[in-house]
């Protein structure tokens, strides 16, 4: 008589290293496949669950990540890389208070990792706890001084703290790391424009359009700062050159009413506010703008319930 001898099955360990060699490999179909097999075996497999979250996150597949890094940091509470990874998708999806707690969970754990410091600045940045981003920022600088977008988030901390000057500094010094960074270069331009030194801002944004001339964003906030220097017909030709490039883009359509409110063509600019506003119904300047030109042509019974926009434009 002869017996059959059966292969044992895989343990959720051995399924989790193939996974894992899948995932180095780039065979990411597979490692998604591999560690789901694991985690049916033993659902509490924490690097299971985290390097799935990582492959599902890229994916938009936000929710359920999230659902993965949570279960990871429960089954172990001091896995540092599933705290950041928790909190990266946490800020992704808006949820930035909590996501701040698991920066700072991950940090208890290993206080040397530039980038998680990094994190954390950006999350308190967006609850506006502009000190703690600062103290942040400088930890992660540290770390690593040679961190260009480090130091253009650092700077973008110092002015929300109206620290104007040091800001400039902070985004000179990412420009000094990486000539080359737009973001810091945008940074640059906008904070040099709300200090009044238009030309140098001028400088800042024909840098940055070299480097990227197609972003409408940058266009606008290159605009912007022609009109504060009263250049409207130039404030026109970006804010067009930026519709043409993206026509849902709401601030190219306030730049163009602005244009025509300067000009007296009320019509064309309610036009252009209403543009902006059915793109982005929260837009503070197109509402408020509205509010002026319909008080301003007797339309009391809107141009009063708009007017209450005062509130947030000041905000």
């Given at each position: 008589?002869?017996?059959?001898?059966?292969?044992?099955?895989?343990?959720?360990?051995?399924?989790?290293?193939?996974?894992?060699?899948?995932?180095?490999?780039?065979?990411?179909?597979?490692?998604?496949?591999?560690?789901?097999?694991?985690?049916?075996?033993?659902?509490?497999?924490?690097?299971?669950?985290?390097?799935?979250g990582a492959l599902l996150a890229p994916q938009a597949q936000t929710a359920?990540?999230?659902?993965?890094?949570?279960?990871?940091?429960?089954?172990?509470?001091?896995?540092?890389?599933?705290?950041?990874?928790?909190?990266?998708?946490?800020?992704?999806?808006?949820?930035?208070?909590?996501?701040?707690?698991?920066?700072?969970?991950?940090?208890?754990?290993?206080?040397?990792?530039?980038?998680?410091?990094?994190?954390?600045?950006?999350?308190?940045?967006?609850?506006?706890?502009?000190?703690?981003?600062?103290?942040?920022?400088?930890?992660?600088?540290?770390?690593?001084?040679?961190?260009?977008?480090?130091?253009?988030?650092?700077?973008?901390?110092?002015?929300?703290?109206?620290?104007?000057?040091?800001?400039?500094?902070?985004?000179?010094?990412?420009?000094?790391v990486d000539p080359r960074f737009v973001n810091a270069l945008v940074n640059?331009?906008?904070?040099?424009?709300?200090?009044?030194?238009?030309?140098?801002?001028?400088?800042?944004?024909?840098?940055?359009?070299?480097?990227?001339?197609?972003?409408?964003?940058?266009?606008?906030?290159?605009?912007?700062?022609?009109?504060?220097?009263?250049?409207?017909?130039?404030?026109?030709?970006?804010?067009?050159?930026?519709?043409?490039?993206?026509?849902?883009?709401?601030?190219?359509?306030?730049?163009?009413?602005?244009?025509?409110?300067?000009?007296?063509?009320?019509?064309?600019?309610?036009?252009?506010?209403?543009?902006?506003?059915?793109?982005?119904?929260?837009?503070?300047?197109?509402?408020?703008?509205?509010?002026?030109?319909?008080?301003?042509?007797?339309?009391?019974?809107?141009?009063?319930?708009?007017?209450?926009?005062?509130?947030?434009?000041?905000?």
């Amino acid at each position: 008589m002869t017996t059959l001898h059966t292969k044992p099955a895989a343990s959720a360990r051995e399924l989790f290293e193939g996974a894992l060699a899948h995932h180095v490999g780039g065979r990411l179909d597979a490692a998604v496949a591999a560690y789901r097999e694991a985690l049916a075996i033993d659902p509490t497999l924490a690097p299971a669950l985290n390097n799935l979250g990582a492959l599902l996150a890229p994916q938009a597949q936000t929710a359920d990540a999230i659902d993965l890094f949570r279960r990871a940091v429960a089954s172990d509470p001091t896995y540092a890389e599933a705290h950041n990874n928790l909190g990266i998708a946490l800020s992704e999806s808006g949820a930035h208070t909590e996501a701040i707690a698991h920066f700072e969970a991950a940090l208890s754990q290993e206080l040397s990792r530039a980038a998680w410091w990094n994190n954390l600045g950006n999350a308190c940045v967006e609850c506006f706890r502009l000190d703690k981003a600062l103290d942040a920022y400088d930890h992660a600088i540290a770390i690593d001084p040679g961190a260009a977008d480090v130091w253009s988030n650092r700077g973008l901390a110092l002015r929300g703290l109206r620290r104007a000057d040091d800001a400039i500094a902070s985004f000179q010094r990412a420009l000094e790391v990486d000539p080359r960074f737009v973001n810091a270069l945008v940074n640059l331009g906008i904070v040099l424009k709300e200090q009044r030194r238009h030309d140098q801002a001028i400088v800042a944004f024909e840098r940055a359009r070299t480097l990227r001339p197609n972003d409408p964003a940058l266009l606008c906030n290159y605009a912007s700062v022609h009109e504060a220097r009263g250049e409207y017909e130039r404030m026109r030709e970006l804010a067009d050159l930026a519709a043409q490039i993206d026509e849902s883009f709401p601030e190219a359509h306030v730049l163009r009413g602005n244009y025509y409110m300067e000009r007296g063509e009320f019509p064309a600019a309610e036009s252009a506010y209403q543009r902006a506003r059915s793109l982005d119904a929260d837009n503070r300047n197109a509402n408020w703008n509205l509010a002026l030109i319909w008080l301003l042509h007797g339309d009391y019974r809107r141009g009063w319930t708009q007017f209450e926009w005062r509130k947030r434009l000041q905000s």
